[in-house]
């Protein structure tokens, strides 16, 4: 099993930036791909980030790309998250994920089997 509990998340004024965290316990997840998700009200669960299990490729999704830094450091077991210029659309709960696997390009939440509990990240205009 693994736990995965986000930091970091708080209210935040168009144009400023946020560094997420995500500290994993339990089981390593150096072996895994990680992944970063956002959910803002009324609105289905969004792909955001991911990193390989190595670090070396990233993804993200069009709407932050430019803007969003998604880092790893396996020997602390945490996962980051740099916002910049960030904008009241990005208001949305924050989510962490393990992928199932340790390859790349895993954009569906059906890829993650495990989930923290979110992070509450609110840009004001």
């Known amino acids: 099993q693994v736990q995965l509990v986000e930091s970091g998340g708080g209210l935040v004024q168009a144009g400023g930036s946020l560094r997420l965290s995500c500290a994993a316990s339990?089981?390593?997840?150096?072996?895994?791909?990680m992944g970063w998700f956002r959910q803002a009200p009324g609105k289905e669960r969004e792909f955001v980030a991911q990193?390989?299990?190595?670090?070396?490729?990233?993804y993200y999704a069009d709407s932050v790309k430019g803007r969003f830094t998604i880092s790893r450091d396996n020997a602390k077991n945490t996962v980051n998250l740099q916002m910049n210029s960030l904008k009241p659309e990005d208001t949305a709960v924050y989510y962490c994920?393990?992928?199932?696997?340790?390859?790349?390009?895993?954009?569906?939440?059906?890829?993650?089997?495990?989930w923290g509990q979110g992070t509450q990240v609110t840009v004001s205009s």
């Open positions: 339990g089981r390593t997840v150096g072996a895994y791909a």
């Open positions: 994920a393990a992928a199932k696997y340790s390859g790349d390009r895993y954009y569906i939440e059906d890829e993650y089997a495990y």
């Open positions: 990193v390989t299990w190595s670090g070396a490729n990233t």
